[in-house]
């Protein structure tokens, strides 16, 4: 399946590294319990692992304040580490994806540390963006903008002076109008590709440029073009990008992070000469309905056919409620502003729908992303001590907003309490974010084995798949079905077909055709509610 573009149909699983496995006992995931569980992840089925970042940082924002971009955090490991871990995975058939953070860097980068001490108007502070406040002593900010992650995008330094943070102030944005800053992580791309990445993920794509005019603006009606989001010059960054990743005789992908609610935006930066695939937002905040996710499809493949790039399908990431627990719920849906959760679930239906939802997702063109922990059914999980939370999204909103701790608890491995295996037995410190006792029943060894068990679905799901010629990018046809009922073909005879029950009543199966996997028990010759199958004829 996977070739000189192995991109437009690879199954990519994200690892969070603090969450994966802990292999020194401090309670953090690192790179050594990911070279000791690459077995587990070669046998699930995937072709691909995409890193969260793992670089040099003071983790006031898990890692998405990078102080060295060249540089392995010690408490995920060493160089030496992050180079054998790719050499192991390459090994495996396994291909690797590292997170790169280009709109901002960690305020102990030595870069912006120069700028705090040559002060205003020096050449260090044009790396940033630095400018003096307003009011009589210019105690105000510069402008209106306000932090994604909630309160100000400024903060003031000591000589009076503010710099832009578009999310907490441990991350000042970088000034891409900057020539340096440009050389500096087309550097960068280098750097990692020389070591054996096979792709780079791009963390907030579209927010690298800003209008230098810093104008305040209505967030309820913003200008066009905006201010920061989306400016037609990010692009030229990303052409540049493209010519440095085929520049390599194996192919090296690109994939953006672009959260835009316009598709047609989307597609811009999937142009032949930049990125080669963009996280599929509008799928994963889709709710549990089967006209909203045909339109949802419809309109992605319509997108990405001008321009030539596969879709990208996703249920879950670190960044947002995990989907057993979203379809769990009334309300399914999920925008892209994070929200107070805590409605009630039912996780039995979480699970179901979840459990269809894949089956959904692996049979549709393109390549799939899967967030660590969904292949066990983890829910998100929501009664986390408020003196235990680390994401800054809590504390910068007093608690209103509940962040995103929720989905990156650790990962259950083994044995009946916490740890549940992800540390080393006998290791005395704790998760760095507390597993709930319910997990006993989710970890991999539980579910290994059991025919009825989630793993066991993923595990012959991605076989499936991995078998099927038709699955992956290539041809698809909507066939006509009941209502609230999705049916469609994959490849040119239509030989393989996905039939998703997402009405309140059991349904009849396609006459023709042998069922060859279903995420659950058919009722007779009826497809159950909330249940996917697989077919061929």
Same mark, same amino acid.
């Given at each position: 399946m996977?070739?000189?573009q192995?991109?437009r149909s690879?199954?990519i699983?994200q690892?969070?590294?603090?969450?994966?496995?802990?292999s020194?006992?401090?309670?953090?995931?690192?790179?050594?319990?990911?070279?000791a569980?690459?077995?587990?992840?070669?046998?699930?089925?995937?072709?691909?692992?995409?890193?969260?970042?793992w670089?040099?940082?003071p983790?006031?924002?898990?890692?998405y304040?990078?102080?060295?971009?060249r540089?392995?955090?010690?408490?995920?490991?060493?160089l030496?580490e992050?180079?054998?871990?790719?050499?192991q995975?390459h090994?495996?058939?396994?291909?690797?994806?590292?997170?790169?953070?280009?709109?901002?860097?960690?305020?102990?980068?030595?870069?912006?540390v120069?700028?705090?001490?040559?002060?205003?108007g020096?050449?260090?502070?044009?790396?940033f963006?630095?400018?003096?406040?307003?009011?009589?002593?210019?105690?105000?900010?510069?402008?209106?903008?306000?932090?994604?992650?909630?309160?100000?995008?400024w903060?003031?330094?000591?000589d009076g002076?503010?710099?832009?943070?578009?999310?907490?102030?441990?991350?000042?944005d970088?000034?891409?109008s900057?020539?340096?800053?440009?050389?500096?992580?087309?550097?960068?791309?280098?750097?990692?590709f020389d070591?054996?990445?096979?792709?780079?993920?791009?963390?907030?794509?579209?927010l690298?440029?800003?209008?230098?005019?810093?104008?305040?603006?209505?967030?309820?009606?913003?200008?066009v073009?905006h201010?920061?989001?989306?400016?037609?010059?990010?692009?030229?960054?990303?052409?540049s990008?493209?010519?440095?990743?085929?520049s390599?005789p194996?192919?090296r992908?690109?994939?953006?992070?672009?959260?835009?609610?316009?598709?047609?935006?989307?597609?811009?930066y999937l142009r032949?000469?930049?990125?080669?695939?963009?996280?599929?937002?509008?799928?994963l905040?889709?709710?549990?309905?089967?006209?909203?996710?045909?339109?949802?499809?419809d309109?992605?493949?319509?997108?990405?056919?001008?321009?030539?790039?596969?879709?990208?399908?996703v249920?879950?990431?670190?960044?947002?409620?995990?989907?057993?627990?979203?379809?769990?719920?009334?309300?399914?849906?999920?925008?892209?502003?994070?929200?107070?959760?805590g409605?009630p679930t039912d996780r039995?239906?979480?699970?179901?729908?979840a459990?269809?939802?894949?089956?959904?997702t692996?049979?549709?063109?393109g390549?799939?992303?899967?967030?660590?922990?969904?292949?066990l059914g983890?829910?998100?999980?929501?009664?986390?001590?408020?003196?235990l939370?680390?994401?800054?999204?809590?504390?910068?909103?007093?608690?209103?907003?509940?962040?995103?701790?929720? $989905? %990156?608890v650790?990962? /259950?491995w083994? #044995?009946?309490? !916490?740890?549940?295996?992800? &540390?080393? =037995?006998?290791?005395s410190?704790?998760?760095?974010?507390?597993?709930?006792?319910?997990?006993?029943?989710?970890?991999?060894?539980a579910q290994?084995?059991?025919?009825?068990?989630?793993l066991?679905?993923?595990?012959?799901?991605?076989? $499936? %798949?991995?078998a099927? /010629?038709e699955? #992956?990018?290539? !041809?698809f046809s909507?066939? &006509?079905? =009941?209502?609230?009922?999705?049916?469609?073909s994959?490849?040119?005879?239509?030989?393989f077909a996905?039939?998703?029950?997402?009405?309140?009543?059991?349904?009849?199966?396609?006459?023709?055709?042998?069922v060859?996997?279903?995420?659950?028990?058919?009722?007779?010759?009826?497809?159950?509610?909330?249940?996917?199958?697989?077919l061929?004829r």
């Amino acid at each position: 399946m996977l070739d000189q573009q192995w991109w437009r149909s690879a199954v990519i699983y994200q690892i969070y590294p603090r969450s994966f496995a802990d292999s020194n006992g401090d309670g953090i995931g690192d790179l050594g319990g990911v070279r000791a569980h690459l077995d587990y992840l070669a046998d699930l089925g995937v072709d691909a692992l995409w890193f969260n970042p793992w670089y040099a940082s003071p983790q006031a924002d898990a890692g998405y304040d990078v102080s060295d971009y060249r540089a392995i955090d010690p408490v995920f490991g060493t160089l030496a580490e992050a180079e054998e871990l790719i050499h192991q995975a390459h090994g495996l058939g396994l291909r690797v994806i590292v997170d790169v953070v280009p709109n901002h860097c960690s305020n102990a980068h030595p870069w912006f540390v120069e700028a705090l001490h040559s002060g205003p108007g020096s050449t260090a502070r044009e790396l940033f963006w630095f400018r003096p406040g307003r009011g009589p002593a210019g105690e105000l900010p510069p402008n209106d903008w306000q932090s994604i992650f909630g309160g100000p995008a400024w903060t003031r330094v000591e000589d009076g002076e503010w710099y832009l943070h578009l999310f907490a102030p441990e991350q000042p944005d970088l000034n891409w109008s900057n020539a340096k800053v440009r050389e500096e992580f087309e550097d960068v791309l280098r750097f990692w590709f020389d070591r054996g990445a096979d792709g780079i993920r791009v963390d907030s794509a579209a927010l690298l440029m800003k209008d230098g005019a810093l104008a305040d603006f209505d967030p309820a009606d913003p200008p066009v073009p905006h201010p920061y989001l989306d400016r037609d010059e990010v692009h030229e960054v990303y052409r540049s990008w493209r010519a440095i990743a085929d520049s390599y005789p194996q192919p090296r992908a690109l994939i953006g992070e672009v959260w835009l609610p316009d598709a047609e935006r989307v597609a811009a930066y999937l142009r032949a000469d930049e990125l080669h695939t963009a996280f599929n937002f509008a799928f994963l905040g889709c709710p549990w309905d089967a006209a909203a996710l045909r339109a949802t499809v419809d309109q992605t493949l319509a997108v990405h056919a001008p321009v030539g790039a596969a879709a990208t399908w996703v249920l879950s990431n670190h960044d947002v409620p995990r989907h057993v627990t979203r379809y769990g719920r009334a309300d399914t849906s999920f925008s892209l502003e994070y929200r107070q959760l805590g409605a009630p679930t039912d996780r039995a239906l979480g699970l179901r729908r979840a459990r269809a939802a894949l089956l959904l997702t692996l049979a549709l063109p393109g390549s799939v992303y899967l967030y660590q922990g969904e292949e066990l059914g983890l829910e998100e999980v929501e009664d986390i001590p408020d003196g235990l939370r680390h994401d800054p999204m809590f504390f910068r909103t007093g608690g209103a907003n509940l962040g995103r701790d929720g $989905c %990156r608890v650790p990962m /259950p491995w083994s #044995g009946t309490e !916490p740890p549940f295996g992800f &540390s080393p =037995p006998g290791t005395s410190a704790p998760p760095w974010l507390p597993q709930p006792p319910a997990w006993r029943d989710r970890t991999v060894e539980a579910q290994s084995g059991d025919p009825d068990s989630m793993l066991e679905l993923y595990r012959r799901a991605l076989r $499936c %798949r991995r078998a099927r /010629p038709e699955l #992956g990018d290539g !041809p698809f046809s909507w066939l &006509s079905g =009941p209502d609230q009922v999705l049916v469609f073909s994959r490849g040119a005879e239509e030989r393989f077909a996905c039939v998703v029950n997402l009405s309140d009543r059991p349904v009849e199966l396609p006459g023709t055709g042998t069922v060859i996997l279903t995420s659950g028990r058919l009722d007779g010759d009826l497809l159950p509610p909330d249940t996917a199958a697989w077919l061929t004829r």
